[in-house]
């Protein structure tokens, strides 16, 4: 599917526009989830409108650290990462998971103001977030060729591998690794590279291990957003599958283990219930105090993340830190 918005273009690869294939594989997830024990939810489900709101609440928040930390190393680093993306003439900026884009858009700008030769290609699983983005871009930069692609991370490199011959510099910006698991994390990173030449860049945005207190607190604000972003999952759920959770009855928990480096994030049940989901007509059953694991965020050494980058195929070109070395923008060439 593509719709022709001169001068940008929106490229959706999700499997049906009316949403009907969306949603039966999103009861499905959800089923499966609900139905294994532990039990647990996809992060990837997150982000509806509503959780895309509360996203953009929490990374205002003073303590969710890692927007600013990376805006600040992109701030530091803008014109030397330009310099580097640019070096060998015209390529193709995609931008896996791009949502608002925030960050990227100050390399937009230097980009810009550099006259550099290159067009843009954010990819998102969210439409809504892939056309707000476009709107936006057609204002601030009328010039800037944009293709905005709505995919699950896996189509959309597999698009792009077919349909984007020029270099490639690939940006996996937010620390979004983090949600994999370290294994699946290492082969994303692994299917990254297989859809890239020699040549193209990778940009790896990662949240590096740090005081475990100042971790935990990003993921547990005092005021409740984080809550309200984790329970906007069972919103979603009652919203879109038919689901009859009472939000009440569950509450937001949070864990940093650092001996794995890993933040979890969980939904407990406050009591014995169960849960009837239209969508599949089954119900699920809760003991009082069983959890939903739905999140988490791996945190990283510099040593670690260009490991995983060199066994998978990269070489390691520079780090750039912020002010306080907690977050880091490693850029990683194909070999
Ligand atoms: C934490 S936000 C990061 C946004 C932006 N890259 C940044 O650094 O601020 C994660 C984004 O990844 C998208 N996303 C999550 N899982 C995805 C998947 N499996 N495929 C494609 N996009 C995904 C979400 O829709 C969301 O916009």
Same mark, same amino acid.
Request: without cysteine; proline residues 3%; hydrophobic residues 40%.
């Given at each position: 599917?593509?719709?022709?918005?001169?001068?940008?273009?929106?490229?959706?690869?999700?499997?049906?526009?009316?949403?009907?294939?969306?949603?039966?594989?999103?009861?499905?997830?959800?089923?499966?989830?609900?139905?294994?024990?532990?039990?647990?939810?996809?992060?990837?489900?997150?982000?509806?409108?509503?959780?895309?709101? $509360?996203?953009?609440? /929490?990374?205002?928040?003073?303590?969710?650290?890692?927007?600013?930390?990376?805006?600040?190393?992109?701030?530091?680093?803008?014109?030397?990462?330009?310099?580097?993306?640019?070096?060998?003439?015209?390529?193709?900026?995609?931008?896996?998971?791009?949502?608002?884009?925030?960050?990227?858009?100050?390399?937009?700008?230097?980009?810009?103001?550099?006259?550099?030769?290159?067009?843009?290609?954010?990819?998102? /699983?969210?439409?809504?977030?892939?056309?707000?983005?476009?709107?936006?871009?057609?204002?601030?930069?009328?010039?800037?060729?944009?293709?905005?692609?709505?995919?699950?991370? /896996?189509?959309?490199?597999?698009?792009?591998?077919?349909? $984007?011959?020029?270099?490639?510099?690939?940006?996996?910006?937010?620390?979004?690794?983090?949600?994999?698991?370290?294994?699946?994390?290492?082969?994303?990173?692994?299917?990254?590279?297989?859809? $890239?030449?020699?040549?193209?860049?990778?940009?790896?945005?990662?949240?590096?291990?740090?005081?475990?207190?100042?971790?935990?607190?990003?993921?547990?604000?005092?005021?409740?957003?984080?809550?309200?972003?984790?329970?906007?999952?069972?919103?979603?759920?009652?919203?879109?599958?038919?689901?009859?959770?009472?939000?009440?009855?569950?509450?937001?928990?949070?864990?940093?283990?650092?001996?794995?480096?890993?933040?979890?994030?969980? $939904?407990?049940?406050?009591?014995?219930?169960?849960?009837?989901?239209?969508?599949?007509?089954?119900?699920?059953?809760?003991?009082?105090?069983?959890?939903?694991?739905?999140?988490?965020?791996?945190?990283?050494?510099?040593?670690?993340?260009?490991?995983?980058?060199?066994?998978?195929?990269?070489?390691?070109?520079?780090?750039?830190?912020?002010?306080?070395?907690?977050?880091?923008?490693?850029?990683?060439?194909?070999?």
């Amino acid at each position: 599917m593509l719709f022709q918005t001169p001068p940008y273009t929106l490229i959706d690869l999700s499997r049906k526009n009316d949403g009907s294939q969306d949603r039966a594989a999103f009861a499905k997830d959800v089923a499966a989830g609900l139905s294994q024990s532990p039990k647990r939810l996809s992060s990837r489900y997150f982000y509806d409108a509503n959780g895309s709101r $509360l996203f953009q609440q /929490i990374m205002a928040l003073p303590e969710y650290y890692l927007t600013r930390a990376e805006f600040s190393v992109i701030q530091r680093h803008r014109s030397a990462m330009v310099s580097a993306f640019a070096a060998a003439g015209f390529f193709h900026l995609v931008d896996l998971g791009a949502g608002d884009a925030m960050k990227t858009k100050l390399l937009l700008e230097e980009l810009a103001n550099q006259k550099k030769n290159f067009d843009y290609v954010p990819m998102d /699983i969210s439409g809504a977030a892939m056309r707000e983005l476009g709107d936006d871009l057609q204002q601030t930069y009328p010039e800037l060729h944009v293709q905005a692609v709505v995919a699950e991370y /896996i189509t959309g490199l597999k698009w792009l591998k077919q349909h $984007l011959t020029e270099r490639k510099v690939v940006l996996f910006l937010g620390s979004n690794l983090g949600n994999f698991e370290r294994e699946e994390g290492m082969d994303f990173v692994r299917q990254i590279r297989q859809h $890239l030449q020699p040549g193209d860049l990778f940009l790896l945005g990662v949240d590096l291990a740090k005081d475990p207190e100042t971790i935990l607190a990003a993921y547990n604000d005092p005021g409740g957003v984080t809550a309200a972003f984790n329970l906007n999952l069972l919103s979603r759920i009652n919203r879109e599958l038919g689901g009859n959770f009472d939000l009440e009855a569950f509450s937001h928990f949070a864990l940093y283990d650092p001996q794995l480096g890993v933040m979890k994030s969980y $939904l407990v049940s406050r009591r014995e219930q169960e849960v009837y989901m239209e969508a599949t007509g089954a119900r699920y059953a809760f003991a009082a105090w069983e959890a939903i694991h739905t999140e988490n965020s791996h945190k990283y050494t510099l040593q670690q993340a260009a490991e995983m980058g060199n066994k998978a195929g990269f070489k390691l070109v520079t780090s750039y830190l912020d002010e306080n070395s907690g977050f880091a923008d490693m850029l990683f060439e194909v070999v």
